[in-house]
């Protein structure tokens, strides 16, 4: 424990390039990137689907393939093979191999969760709301968005959460983020560097969860009751 603490005192481990603060940024961009690919991806495919009642295997489906595929498997086989492992801008190398994996990695909770939403919004008030002249557009937007909102927020929560914990693989292709701290202490056998890379990642982790469930209360149009 004290060879962690020291490692955090150490103002070496503070500054320049692998320095706590860039690699931070760097995870961040990684995570923020990828799910906002997989959600300009899945949310209009799961709205439509799930709007229409349609679409239930799809979504079910991805689900399990998400689980099944073995991420380090996909990256390997992208940054060795499919986009190369050349740079990206501030990416790092394997840049476009590592945000497709992790986009992959996002777009199966976004996909599941948004469609389920939209499914169990109970089919009364939507029906009421077609039959005082609501446009399809207009039920989706004004009746069964908000409604689903608490829903679709948690299945983004999952996804970026688990992205968040994933992206520590893009330092394995020598990419960027808070990996290569834990890769760098696996590498100099030093324990305590491994055990403060993945705290930092873990506590990171634990305030993004405790943030979506403040967004989960605040979209969520139920009123509070005490009791």
Request: net charge neutral; aromatic share 8%; charged share 10%.
């Amino acid at each position: 424990m004290n060879g962690v603490l020291d490692w955090f005192r150490d103002s070496e481990h503070w500054h320049g390039d692998y320095g706590v603060p860039v690699l931070l940024g760097q995870h961040f961009l990684l995570t923020v990137t990828a799910v906002l690919i997989a959600s300009a991806v899945g949310f209009p495919v799961a709205l439509w689907l799930g709007h229409r009642h349609r679409g239930g295997l799809l979504a079910i489906n991805l689900t399990n393939i998400g689980r099944a595929v073995p991420i380090v498997a996909m990256l390997s086989l992208f940054s060795l093979s499919v986009f190369g492992s050349g740079y990206l801008g501030p990416y790092g190398r394997s840049g476009l191999a590592t945000l497709v994996t992790l986009a992959l990695f996002a777009l199966p909770p976004i996909v599941t969760s948004t469609y389920t939403a939209l499914v169990e919004v109970d089919a009364d008030v939507v029906e009421a709301a077609r039959g005082m002249g609501m446009s399809e557009v207009a039920v989706l937007r004004r009746v069964e968005l908000p409604l689903a909102a608490p829903l679709i927020v948690s299945g983004l929560r999952l996804a970026v959460v688990q992205v968040w914990a994933t992206a520590t693989i893009a330092a394995l292709v020598a990419g960027p983020g808070l990996g290569n701290i834990i890769t760098r202490g696996y590498a100099n056998n030093q324990t305590a560097e491994v055990v403060a890379g993945s705290l930092i990642v873990a506590l990171v982790a634990l305030l993004m969860e405790i943030g979506f469930v403040g967004l989960q209360r605040i979209v969520d149009p139920r009123p509070v009751t005490s009791h």
